[in-house]
């Protein structure tokens, strides 16, 4: 396979602090000292706070669609997680239970008590550990398109199934120690590109080149792509602690894009917890906020508004 031409690097005005200030809603890009760990986190707008928790292989941007007019209405606080983007990158810690530690230390250190929650993708899986973990900080919930792990992701198959959805390869890729770093450091782009290609509806529109190159930097280099993989090789841990929780009692609301997992998450997170709602979200594959802001920011507005 040819390699991939070297990104440029990102020009100052493609910095965190730069891309957060071009946002409406006074964002600005911030970081703090907390678990043991240094977060990134982008921070604007007014009114009670909203956390927002993106995905591999993306950074806090991914949120950049929806973040201003949420801001309107709540202090929006975007958060790179641990070992995403501009957060540190420790050699452990990224079972979701501590991830979700991470985010409670966040809130902390600035000095609120609870707060609403939106994940998409990994950051589901923690926003759900948060609430599971931490319920007195938690509000209500939204998980975007991902469930926390369970026992059924155990049983996943290695062997595509004809007609059967997505074939999830990358679980099993990501599983591997020391071999992707290897292959992936300065050609991450190619990775980036395939999962784009094949799981959203319109890739190119919904995917700028800007966007893309953001995130392709943001997972270049060896140290992160063994954090972003260790997402991924924390799910058998992910799994024996979610057996331990009881069904959240928080709102909780699943979006689902009606190309990706609305189906199951409609089949599971009922038994998650005691107040759930999943709705379908229409012409959509897996990255809801970039690829149909509009209605995500509808239905979180609608629910955190309740």
Known sequence: MPATPALPAIPPNRSDAALAASLDGGFTSRHAEVNGTRLHYVDGGSGEPLVLLGGWPQTW???????????????VIAVDLRGMGGSAKPADGYDKKTMAADVHALLGHLGIGSAHLAGHDIGAMVAYAHAANHPEATRRIALLDVPHPDAGWAEMPLIPRPGGGHFLWWFAFNQVEGLPEQLLAGRFRLLLDRLIDELAADPDGSFPPLSREVY????????????????????????????????????????????????????????????????RVDDCGHYLPEEQPEAVTEELVRFFGR
Do not use: C, E, K
């Open 216 to 279: 392709a930097r943001a997972y270049d280099t060896p140290d992160a792509i063994r954090a972003g993989n260790a997402w991924y090789r924390a799910f058998a841990q992910d799994i024996a602690d979610f057996a331990g929780y009881a069904p959240v009692p928080h709102p909780l609301l699943a979006l689902g894009g009606d190309r990706s997992n609305h189906d199951s998450l409609a089949a599971v997170i009922p038994s998650h917890g005691t107040d759930t709602r999943v709705v």
């Open 61 to 75: 941007w991914q949120w950049h669609r929806v973040m201003p007019a949420l801001a309107r209405r709540h202090r």
